[in-house]
């Protein structure tokens, strides 16, 4: 029954959200989204050699990007939005996190439709060749599959987890070969790769920690070691660092954000969704800690851009009013 109840609220929360889109103008935001792994095609994403996250494939990647150039978006990196964007503007704000191999695949989208994108980078990964601590886990749960409930809380436990715990994790339950990727879908850039990739103009680095730390497990100083430790491998990679960072899991806090500021980052993105409203300093809005939405795959592209579009949501609605 309750089940029921939340899917109807859902169907009418939506209804009534593309209703309002429909009947006036938008009102002026900044629109940050996130990507992780891109597939070139649903065969790769078959392979099971990558958790597939959102279920991102080339063709929806490039559905979306022309959606919004259609409704008049303004694509803009982390400086433009620095330097201070037209109250009166629609932006976005395109972004990837991680540091895959497989981001690559969104130059020639990029590069077509003349806009920019941030990809945010584990540095470590880079450096060392290794792989990510979710995709060891999504393989050898696909061959070993825990309960449903287990296996959720096998991740949740290991996002509480320091770098060097989350490693011991990997290899003491999965072997010593758990942190070596299996092929170009799962690895992250090589450094000479990511030094190719950065010289493309629609491309800019980012941060996101050396060792994709979740930086609210760490102490301070360990938290401002891991941004700033990212921050020196950029220089040693591209020869500059990041002006933007985005935090692992989102997981940011009053000293994770003091951390980024003490790192010489002056942008920051969580993986909270909602709009970020124009211009920033009425709408409280923190250029250190804004909003992005994910895009689903396996949903409909242009159905989902619309609700991301609409100002009027009626479970926040409804959420406000059991908070007064």
Not at 203 to 208: F, P
Not at 285 to 297: A, I
Not at 301 to 309: G, W
Request: hydrophobic share 45%; glycine share 6%; net charge neutral.
């Amino acid at each position: 029954m309750a089940f029921a109840w939340r899917s109807a609220l859902d169907r009418l929360d939506e209804r009534l959200a593309l209703a309002r889109l429909a009947a006036g103008p938008e009102r002026p935001a900044l629109l940050a989204f996130m990507f992780h792994v891109l597939f070139e095609d649903e065969a790769a994403m078959n392979r099971h050699e990558v958790d597939p996250q959102q279920r991102i494939t080339v063709r929806v990647f490039e559905q979306f990007v022309a959606y919004f150039v259609a409704h008049g978006y303004t694509f803009v990196a982390p400086a433009d939005v620095l330097r201070g964007l037209d109250p009166a503007g629609k932006y976005a704000l395109l972004t990837f996190d991680d540091g895959y191999y497989n981001n690559r695949l969104a130059l020639p989208i990029l590069q077509r439709y003349g806009v920019p994108a941030t990809f945010f980078i584990s540095t470590h990964h880079v450096e060392a060749g290794q792989a990510f601590w979710w995709d060891a886990v999504y393989r050898h749960r696909h061959r070993h599959p825990l309960p449903p409930a287990a296996q959720q809380a096998e991740y949740a436990h290991l996002k509480q987890l320091r770098h060097p715990e989350v490693d011991h994790y990997l290899v003491d339950h999965f072997g010593a070969g758990a942190l070596q990727p299996v092929g170009d879908l799962d690895r992250p850039f090589t450094p000479t790769e990511l030094q190719e990739f950065a010289r493309a103009p629609e491309v800019i680095l980012g941060n996101h920690t050396h060792h994709h730390a979740v930086l609210t497990n760490y102490a301070p100083a360990a938290a401002k070691y891991e941004l700033a430790a990212c921050q020196q491998a950029l220089v040693r990679l591209v020869g500059a660092p990041a002006s933007a960072v985005a935090y692992p899991n989102g997981n940011a806090s009053a000293a994770v954000r003091a951390a980024a500021v003490g790192a010489g980052l002056h942008l920051g993105a969580t993986v909270q969704a909602g709009k970020n409203y124009l211009p920033f300093d009425r709408y409280g809005v923190d250029v250190l800690l804004l909003n992005r939405f994910l895009l689903w795959g396996d949903q409909d592209v242009a159905r989902q851009c619309a609700l991301f579009r609409t100002d009027f949501h009626l479970k926040q609605l409804l959420r406000f009013w059991r908070r007064a």
